[in-house]
C-alpha cells in the first residue's frame, strides 16, 4: 500500500473530491481524519471505510475559523499520533461578474479558499517541523488557478492565490522535508458543479445540455468530464512520493481543458 501508516487530515472530506480522496488514502493504509463543516455527513464517510476495515475519524471544522482548525487537526494527532499529509480541499462556488459581485460574497469565497488553505497549512506544517520527518501539503486549486472565467471571478482570484500558498510553502517546507503541491482539476460532477449548471444556464440563457457540451467541456481534448477518482488517485500519487523532487507544481487534471 503507497500510504501504509501514513496519517492524514483532508478538509471538505464529507462530499465530493474530498471524500473520494479521504477513502483512497484508507484503501491505501492511511489513517485518515475527515474534517468538514458538516459532521453529520463527515461521519457517514467515517462509518463506512471504517465497516471495510479502514481507520478513520471524523472532525468538525470551519476552515476559516482559526480555533476550529487547530482543535481539528490537534485531534487527528491526539487519535493517529502525528501528522503526515494534508490535503486542504474544503470549498464552494459562487457565480457572480466582478461588477455585481457583493463585499460579502466576495469576502466569503476568499475566507474558505485562502483563509482555508493558509490555516490548515499553518497548523499542519508546525506539527510537521516538529515531528521532523517531512511531510505533503496538497492543495486544491482548479483550472482556475491559471485561467480565468466569466461571473467566477472570486474564485478565480481564491484559487490564483493558493498557487502562491503552494509555491511559499514548497520553498519554506524543503529545509524540513515537507513537500507543497497544487492539484488543479476540470469540471467534476460533485454537488458543487450540480448546482452550478442550472445557475449558469440560466445565465447565459441557454439549455443545461448545451452549457455542457458548448460551455462546460468544450476546451476538453475528448469531451468529457473529470472524475472524483481521477483526482484522488493523483492525490495518492503526491502524497505517497518520495523526495523533495516534486514539490511547488501545479498538476492539471482537466482532460485537457486546461494545459498551462
Ligand atoms: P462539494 O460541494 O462536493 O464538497 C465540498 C465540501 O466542502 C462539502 O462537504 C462542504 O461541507 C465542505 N466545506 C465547505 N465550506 C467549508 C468550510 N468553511 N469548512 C469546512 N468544510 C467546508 O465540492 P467539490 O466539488 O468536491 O469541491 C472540493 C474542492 O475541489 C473545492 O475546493 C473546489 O473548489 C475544488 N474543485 C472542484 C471542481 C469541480 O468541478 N467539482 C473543480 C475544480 C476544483
Redesign the pocket.
Known amino acids: 500500500m503507497h500510504l501504509d501508516s501514513r496519517v492524514a487530515i483532508v478538509?471538505?472530506?464529507?462530499?465530493?473530491?474530498?471524500a473520494a480522496i479521504a477513502r483512497a488514502f484508507v484503501r491505501e493504509g492511511a489513517l485518515v481524519g475527515v474534517?468538514?463543516?458538516?459532521l453529520v455527513?463527515a461521519e457517514k464517510v467515517v462509518a463506512e471505510m471504517r465497516s471495510g476495515g479502514g481507520q478513520a475519524v471524523a472532525v468538525q471544522?470551519?476552515?476559516?475559523d482559526e480555533q476550529q482548525v487547530s482543535r481539528g487537526v490537534d485531534a487527528v494527532v491526539t487519535a493517529f499520533g502525528g501528522i503526515d499529509i494534508l490535503v486542504s480541499?474544503?470549498?464552494?462556488?459562487h457565480l457572480d461578474t466582478i461588477a455585481d459581485v457583493s463585499f460579502e460574497n466576495w469576502k466569503r469565497i476568499l475566507a474558505?479558499?485562502l483563509d482555508?488553505g493558509f490555516l490548515t497549512t499553518r497548523v499542519c506544517l508546525r506539527h510537521m517541523y516538529r515531528q521532523g520527518r517531512g511531510g505533503a501539503i496538497i492543495l486544491?486549486?482548479?483550472?482556475?488557478s491559471k485561467e480565468a472565467s466569466v461571473s467566477k471571478g472570486p474564485?478565480v482570484v481564491a484559487?490564483h492565490g493558493l498557487l502562491g500558498l503552494c509555491r511559499t510553502v514548497a520553498k519554506e517546507g524543503a529545509a524540513h522535508g515537507v513537500r507543497a503541491n497544487l492539484i488543479?482539476?476540470?469540471?467534476?460532477?460533485?454537488?458543487?458543479?450540480e448546482k452550478q449548471i442550472p445557475e449558469l444556464a440560466a445565465r447565459m440563457g441557454i439549455s443545461e445540455e448545451q452549457l455542457i457540451s458548448d460551455v462546460i467541456l468544450r476546451a476538453t481534448v475528448d469531451g468529457e468530464f473529470?472524475t472524483?477518482t481521477d483526482i484522488a488517485e493523483v492525490a495518492v500519487f503526491l502524497a505517497a512520493f518520495s523526495s523533495t523532487a516534486l514539490t511547488g507544481q501545479s498538476i492539471n487534471v482537466s482532460h485537457g481543458w486546461s494545459m498551462g
Do not use: E, W
Not at 11 to 18: D, E, H, L, P, R
Not at 35 to 38: E, F, N, T, V, W
Not at 89 to 93: D, L, M, P, S, V
Not at 184 to 193: A, I, K, M, S
Open positions: 478538509t471538505g472530506a464529507a462530499s465530493g473530491i474530498g474534517a468538514d463543516l458538516d455527513a471544522m470551519d476552515v476559516t480541499n474544503a470549498g464552494f462556488q474558505v479558499h482555508g486544491m486549486g482548479s483550472v482556475h474564485y484559487k488543479c482539476p476540470g469540471f467534476v460532477r460533485t454537488p458543487l458543479v473529470t472524483d
